[in-house]
């Protein structure tokens, strides 16, 4: 498969994400803080087992032990922040603030690692991809402007959670399959201590284990197996830009099967949007020549012969 493919297959997989996540809050009784760390913790869980003939072959050097602690500390940063936003403000500004900022924040280091501004479609992708989901999360709701402020600096800090996520792992120290499974893990209990006391007590009906099983399998493991696979071949800026896909297919799902109507206005953001998709995905910009490369080195890959 293509790095396009995984990015786009990651960006898909994401966007049933929220709903799952939301309908396993309602299922269950749940926090989405709790959400979040069964989320972490079923997806690493379930990669762990089906890649355990390769983790158990890895070799737990000082580099691989380091990349496994980075990767967890920052998915959980990620998870605990972006809910945080949400509980301060609201879904859609969340979503809004913390998407739109990951590529701007990547576009900026990017340009002062490698001293030139980013390329122009680069420049037209972010332009493209802001507008289409200021418009596609519409004018949102707040407490009060302190909530807000409060809200806008959690989501600042999932968006650097993200870019840095996005960053590190460009750079390969073990295998893709292994550093999720074992990251998502890692980042599952970094948020127990948070978690356990709002609650995790989960009902054992089928619909709620089902639920969390797809949760865990396929808008995480599958989808961030996928985006880290895709990463050793697409630009840092360019695989941040498929996280845009999160909402609009959230979006198209709502409207498809929970009846919820998309006003003119979020039309056109929709629309913006996959012009920003098509314009990140075409020639130069899906690939890793379109941007300055980090500089990559190959330590110890971790993994016994």
């Keep these: 498969m293509s790095t396009k493919l995984f990015l786009i297959l990651a960006g898909v997989l994401w966007g049933t994400g929220g ?31 089906f890649l355990s003939t390769q983790i158990r072959r890895l070799r737990f050097t000082k580099a691989v032990t380091r990349r496994l602690l980075g990767v967890g500390a920052l998915l959980a940063i990620f998870q605990a922040s972006y809910f945080g936003g949400v509980a301060m403000t609201s879904v859609s500004l969340a979503t809004l603030v913390t998407i739109g900022s990951s590529p701007v924040i990547l576009a ?41 402020v409060i809200g806008i600096a959690l989501c600042l800090v999932a968006a650097s959670g993200f870019a ?23 980042g599952g209990l970094i948020l127990l201590p948070v978690a356990l006391p709002l609650g ?32 050793r071949g697409a630009s840092a800026v360019a695989a941040a830009l498929s996280a ?14 929970f009846n919820e109507s998309l006003g003119a206005v979020g039309v056109i953001g929709a629309v913006l949007l996959g012009i920003a998709l098509a314009v990140n995905y075409s020639a130069e910009s899906g690939s890793a020549q379109s941007e300055p490369s980090l500089p990559v080195r190959r330590p110890d890959a971790g993994v016994g012969t």
Excluded at 20 to 38: E, R, S
Excluded at 128 to 147: E, K, N, V
């Design 200 to 231: 995790m007590a989960l009902p054992l009906r089928f619909d709620v284990l089902m639920t969390a099983l797809f949760l865990g399998l396929v808008p995480t493991a599958v989808a961030y197996g996928s985006y880290l696979l895709a990463l």
């Design 164 to 186: 840095a996520f996005t960053v590190i792992n460009r750079v390969p120290v073990l295998p893709a399959g292994p550093t999720i499974s074992l990251g998502l893990l890692i």
């Design 108 to 148: 900026v280091v990017s340009a002062v690692r490698s001293r030139r501004l980013p390329s122009p479609r680069t420049l037209l992708c972010i332009v493209l991809a802001l507008t289409g989901l200021a418009l596609l999360a519409g004018m949102p709701s707040t407490r009060d402007i302190w909530h807000t």
């Design 19 to 49: 709903l799952a996540g939301a309908l396993l809050q309602n299922l269950a009784g749940l926090h989405p803080l709790a959400v979040a760390a069964y989320r972490l913790l079923l997806g690493g869980a379930i990669a762990t087992v």
């Design 244 to 257: 845009v896909l999160e909402p609009l297919t959230a979006t198209v799902l709502s409207v498809l099967f």
